[in-house]
Nanobody
Framework: QVQLVESGGGLVQAGGFLRLSCVASMDSFNIYALGWFRQAPAKEREIVAAISWSGSGTYYADSVKGRFTISRDNAKTTVYLQMNSLTSEDTAIYYC????????????????????WGQGTQVTVSS
């Protein structure tokens, strides 16, 4: 049974930073692309960042480029999201997800391309 467990969310002031972690319990972690998504109240879930199964390719939403960094540690079956220069617009529930898809350099970017999802962790940025 696949399980993804996020941690690291919380309350932070605008301009601050957080580091989210997602530990995966799954076989063959290294063949999965990984993504971070977020959903704010009354909004649809959107992709924030993704990393290919090889770790050689990443994708970032325009709204987080230059502020967020996604990384993976296959030995720890963990994906991270370093979030800097946070604003109130970043307030949302953040979900990690795993996908058996994408290429060496290009991870999947659509919600429906992801096979497994975590339960989410709340990030609240106060202005």
């Amino acid at each position: 049974q696949v399980q993804l467990v996020e941690s690291g969310g919380g309350l932070v002031q605008a301009g601050g930073f957080l580091r989210l972690s997602c530990v995966a319990s799954m076989d063959s972690f290294n063949i999965y692309a990984l993504g971070w998504f977020r959903q704010a109240p009354a909004k649809e879930r959107e992709i924030v960042a993704a990393i290919s199964w090889s770790g050689s390719g990443t994708y970032y939403a325009d709204s987080v480029k230059g502020r967020f960094t996604i990384s993976r540690d296959n030995a720890k079956t963990t994906v991270y999201l370093q979030m800097n220069s946070l604003t109130s617009e970043d307030t949302a529930i953040y979900y990690c997800a795993a996908a058996r898809g994408g290429s060496y350099y290009y991870p999947p970017q659509k919600n429906y391309e992801y096979d497994y999802w975590g339960q989410g962790t709340q990030v609240t940025v106060s202005s």
